[in-house]
């Protein structure tokens, strides 16, 4: 791109503005150095690979710079999506600057060697419809961006516990699963009671995080009576004692007597 300044600029402000939204450790720093990456830098080059210097004014060119740039998240997004990885903030960016640097190639190969910018007596400047169309343009992209980063506080989301008895084992024995799976909003201690029969009441308390998962085995000798064997299982807060939280029951097969 030997004398195509402005791509090699933007080929430069891609690998830079890539490194800075994947390693600097603030937040509000990534988007910065993202924002450019995502709404400007990869619409321009696809636009400069497209048209001829000449064929659009600045404020044409830089609106469809934001265009191409925001196309380029969305199909990228679809490509991301069906790809191994997944959508990754490392994965984002290679693509991003890939689809600039090709843009860039393109448009150098297109250019006449050595060309420079066209040189105008006056600047031209968008009139106040399109100027204020171009920013609210960017405003709100610059707003999604923003947006689809933060994470949005949910006090009013209501967690939620689950509780489970699954019978199993084999002929000479049976056991029992009991299980507790925790999507509550923070940790939550519990008291677990499993009774088997007219055995004794078995008494389990621990603690889950959210998204943590417990299971109690437990193994009884099989009905000879010819009835199935009952099993409750209650759970309980810890710091609601004697208000069942959830409660469960099945039922373990007799032992089967047939030869």
């Known amino acids: ?14 690998v830079v503005c890539a490194l800075g939204a994947l390693l600097l450790p603030f937040e509000a720093v990534r988007l910065l150095f993202a924002a450019p990456l995502a709404l400007l830098l990869p619409g321009y080059a ?13 404020p044409r060119f ?14 990228g997004g679809l490509v991301l999506n069906y790809m191994p990885g997944g ?17 860039c190639w393109v448009a150098a190969r297109r ?22 169309l171009l920013l609210g343009g960017l405003a709100a992209a610059t707003a999604a961006l923003v947006l689809s980063a933060t994470t949005v506080p949910a006090d009013n989301v209501v967690g939620y516990t689950e509780l489970w008895a699954l019978p199993g084992g084999g002929a000479e024995s049976r056991e029992v699963q009991v299980g507790v799976g925790s999507e509550e909003r923070r940790t ?3 008291d677990l009671l499993i009774k ?7 008494r389990h308390q621990f603690r889950l995080a959210p998204g943590a998962t417990r299971i109690v085995r437990l193994r009884t000798t099989p009905s000879r009576n010819g009835k199935p064997i009952p ?14 939280y959830r409660r469960v029951k099945t039922w373990l097969p007799p032992l089967d007597r047939s030869p």
Request: hydrophobic residues 45%.
């Open 46 to 58: 696809i636009t400069a690979a497209c048209f001829r210097r000449d064929s659009l004014d600045r």
């Open 87 to 103: 959508i990754r903030p490392l994965s984002w960016a290679l693509l991003l600057v890939a689809v600039t640097g090709a843009g």
């Open 196 to 202: 088997l029969g007219d055995e004794p009441l078995v």
């Open 111 to 132: 250019r006449p060697a050595g060309s420079a910018p066209a040189q105008t007596s006056r600047p031209s400047w968008p009139r106040p419809v399109a100027a204020a």
């Open 231 to 244: 099993v409750t299982a209650t759970l309980l807060r810890q710091h609601h004692t004697g208000k069942i």
């Open 188 to 190: 939550v201690p519990y």
């Open 1 to 14: 791109m030997s004398g195509h300044h402005d791509l090699r600029r933007v080929g430069a402000a891609a």
């Open 62 to 75: 830089l609106l469809v710079s934001l265009v191409l740039s925001l196309s380029t998240l969305a199909l």
